[in-house]
Structures are given as structure tokens and as C-alpha cells.
């Protein structure tokens, strides 16, 4: 039997929450609405979905902030979409740890396409064979059965994009990576020169994870190549 997913729809437009809601559940989803951000909050929190899909414009806390309070709670998929064309939200939304970011209106289909990518690449990181489960890079630790980093022995709380970015980096250790090789691990895109959730995740990482985010000894920039992940001196 094939696997199914619960699925979140936070949308206050309720005609467009119940298409969507008619249109998901069609496939592998089994859908819940909600149409206010507090209530999404302490929903997204006590319950275990596999995918949010979280609407910018809501009518009491806006999907930047749910996004924000869920952060480091949450260990599901988030996307977001927004009618607003501010590309200040996609950076702001990717920040918060959101794992994608959609333009409305969206075709439905689409939205289902990257629906299941994102849990797809949830599912493919979760059914790796890891040969090491705990990898350490001095005072850095990689608990990759548990998806949790330390610093120094305290954890340190990363996005799901975080994190993501940063075990990709550990599996090429030593190896410069592009930017079109990221976003093709973290989201199964083309790098299309514009996009900036490379540089917002690898900034955040630094400044988690680097004792001088200004001057990285961690996680390196190879000028016009892309980033290199190295121990520390």
C-alpha cells in the first residue's frame, strides 16, 4: 500500500483552502484546514504533519511568523506561498526554515509536484545507508540518525534546510560544491542564477556554527566555484 501523508493547509481563503484540500486528497494526502496563524501554530506543533502548506497572508499572525514560532519544533516540510511578489518574503520565508517558496496562484498540479519532491527528498535521506552515524569535526558533531547538531556538546538547532545543506557538505568533505549541485540535493532544481537560498542557508549556518561567521573556517567560499566544507585548523 502506498504510503500516505498528512497534510496541513493553512489558508484563510476558505474556497481556495477547500480546492486545494479536494485537489490533495485526491492522491497520497489526507488534509487538514486551518484559516488562522495562532491556531496553525499549536496545531503544526502538537501534531505530527509531513507537509505544511503555510499562505503568507493570513489574518492574525502571518505565515512568516508561524514559520518562525514552529521553527526548531517542527521536523516536518514547510512551503510556503504568497500572492505578494516582494522577493523580501522568499528570503524572509527561506530564513525562517521554510523548505520551499511558491508564487500564487499556483496550478494545482504543480504545487502537488513540489508537494512531493520536498517529501521525497525527506524520504531518500531518511533511507540512505549511512556507513557513519555520528560524524565529528572537532567541536562539530553530525548526529545523522537523530538529525541533530552540537557544538561543543550543546545542541545547536538547525532549519530543515539547515541541516540538509549542511550534511550534504559533510558528504563531500573536502570537495568544492556549486551551486546548482546544492539546489539540485536540496530542492531538484536548476541553479538559475538569481536564486539566493544557497547564500541565506549557508549564512545562517555560519552563524550557528562558525565562531567567526565573518571570517569562516568551517564552511568556505571558493571564489566563482561554490563552498567547500573543511575541518578546522
Known amino acids: 500500500m502506498k504510503k500516505r501523508y498528512k497534510l496541513l493547509i493553512v489558508e484563510d481563503d476558505k474556497s481556495l483552502a477547500q480546492l486545494t484540500y479536494e485537489f490533495f486528497q485526491q492522491f497520497e ?29 493570513l489574518p492574525d499572525l ?9 521553527k526548531g519544533q517542527f521536523k516536518g516540510k514547510i512551503i510556503m506561498l504568497t500572492a505578494r511578489t516582494d522577493t523580501l518574503d522568499q528570503v524572509l520565508g527561506l530564513e525562517m526554515g521554510a523548505d520551499d517558496y511558491v508564487a500564487k496562484p499556483v496550478e494545482p498540479r504543480l504545487l502537488l509536484a513540489k508537494a512531493r519532491a520536498v517529501l521525497r527528498r525527506e524520504s531518500e ?29 550543546k ?20 570537495v568544492i560544491v556549486n551551486r546548482n549541485q546544492i539546489l539540485m540535493h ?9 536564486n539566493r537560498q544557497i547564500d541565506i542557508t549557508v549564512s545562517n549556518l555560519r552563524s550557528k556554527l562558525e565562531d567567526d561567521p565573518s571570517q569562516p573556517t568551517l564552511i568556505k567560499t571558493i571564489r566563482s566555484k561554490g563552498y567547500l566544507l573543511a575541518s578546522k585548523e
Open 186 to 194: 536540496l530542492r531538484g532544481i536548476n541553479y538559475d542564477g538569481q
Open 155 to 174: 545542541q545547536v538547532l538547525l532549519t530543515n534546510p539547515e541541516y540538509e545543506l549542511f550534511e550534504f557538505l559533510v558528504q563531500n568533505i573536502g
Open 125 to 153: 535521506t531518511n533511507n540512505k545507508n549511512m556507513s557513519q552515524n555520528i560524524i565529528v569535526l572537532n567541536e562539530i558533531e553530525l548526529h545523522r540518525h537523530r538529525r541533530e547538531i552540537y557544538k561543543a556538546g
Open 29 to 57: 494526502f489526507d488534509c487538514q484546514i486551518i484559516n488562522e496563524g495562532i491556531q496553525a501554530v499549536n496545531l503544526i506543533i502538537d501534531s505530527h504533519f509531513d507537509l505544511v502548506l503555510l499562505d503568507v497572508m
Open 62 to 70: 502571518d505565515g512568516l511568523q508561524v514559520c518562525q514560532q514552529v
